[in-house]
């Protein structure tokens, strides 16, 4: 045994780390859902079990690291469960094709898998493209979704995102912190292939619309957190989404930005936890 930070083993394998004396296990396993094999990281322990989903091409390890750590001890009566959607991170194959309706595929391939886990109801932590992913399931299986947790998220693309979206199609000009995890996952070709195919598809989208058709039945309770200086999401979806979902909360980090559950991992795991922990909410 390694010291108190987590050591990470391939596929199959058991993650253990030293935490206050006790061990954490995480397990890295790949599930067949439909006609491939996801890639899921699962750890703790509980009846109530929380999907994490991670935004667009991340992948379990880049997105979610603080959070596979932490949340495990804070939610004590959880499983905690992350993937990687299909054609993301060690979801390959299949390589990654975009349409205009991948997040609604995403959302079903989601529900599959934990019908594959035999998880009848489930919770969901999801950010940007995951968050997205997370409002379309909580909509079309609402016996399953008990609760949302999002942030970076939207149910469209306004004129000024495609526009961002297109301004950063060399993704060679990428900040080194933003495109080597990309890169390492996909490789530096296919990296750039995969993002331009994206935006492509973003401005075949029908006034930008993504899923506002899928907000005005949710029922999950649904906690939204937003970075104020967010570049990629705006605060106008912050007001859409409060506007157009029925039981909602709101916290906002004044100075965050897109990455809040990585900037600020102390309190955003503990508002999500209290969030999800919280008997009072139907």
């Given amino acids: 045994m390694q010291s108190a930070f987590v050591r ?11 935490i206050k004396n006790k061990r954490s296990l995480h397990v890295e396993r790949k599930v067949k859902v439909k006609d491939t094999d996801i890639n899921i990281v699962e750890c703790g ?23 596979i750590r932490e949340l ?15 054609g993301y991170g060690k979801s390959v194959p299949p390589t990654r094709e975009w349409r205009t309706d991948s997040l609604q595929i995403d959302a079903e391939y989601a529900v599959d898998l934990m019908k594959s886990l035999n998880k ?16 379309i399931a909580a909509n079309r299986y609402p016996e399953m979704v008990e609760k949302l947790v999002i942030w970076g998220s939207g149910a469209y693309m306004s004129r ?38 994206l935006v492509d598809t973003l401005f075949k989208l029908p006034n930008g619309d993504v899923c506002t058709n899928e907000l005005n039945a949710i029922e999950a ?62």
């Fill in 160 to 197: 000024s995102e495609l526009q961002l979206y297109d301004g950063m199609r060399d993704v060679s000009k990428w900040p080194a912190k933003m495109r080597n995890p990309m890169e390492e996952i996909y490789g530096v070709e296919r990296f750039s292939k995969l993002w331009n195919d």
């Fill in 221 to 282: 309770p649904t906690l939204i957190l937003h970075g104020r200086k967010d570049p990629m999401k705006p605060f106008e979806h912050v007001a859409y989404l409060r506007e157009h979902l029925k039981n909602t909360r709101y916290y906002e980090f004044p100075d965050g930005k897109h990455n809040i559950h990585i900037a600020y991992a102390n309190t955003f795991n503990r508002l999500v936890s209290e969030f999800l922990l919280d008997t009072s909410l139907p």
């Fill in 72 to 86: 495990p001890k804070l939610l004590p009566n959880h499983t905690i469960i992350a993937w990687d959607p299909p």
């Fill in 120 to 135: 009848s109801t489930f919770s969901i932590i999801g950010w940007s493209a995951g968050g997205t992913t997370g409002l």
């Fill in 45 to 67: 322990q509980g009846t109530k079990t929380v999907l994490l989903m991670p935004g667009i091409m991340g992948s379990i390890w880049t997105d979610f690291s603080p959070q």
């Fill in 8 to 18: 990470r083993v391939q596929l199959h394998t058991t993650t253990f780390c030293r």
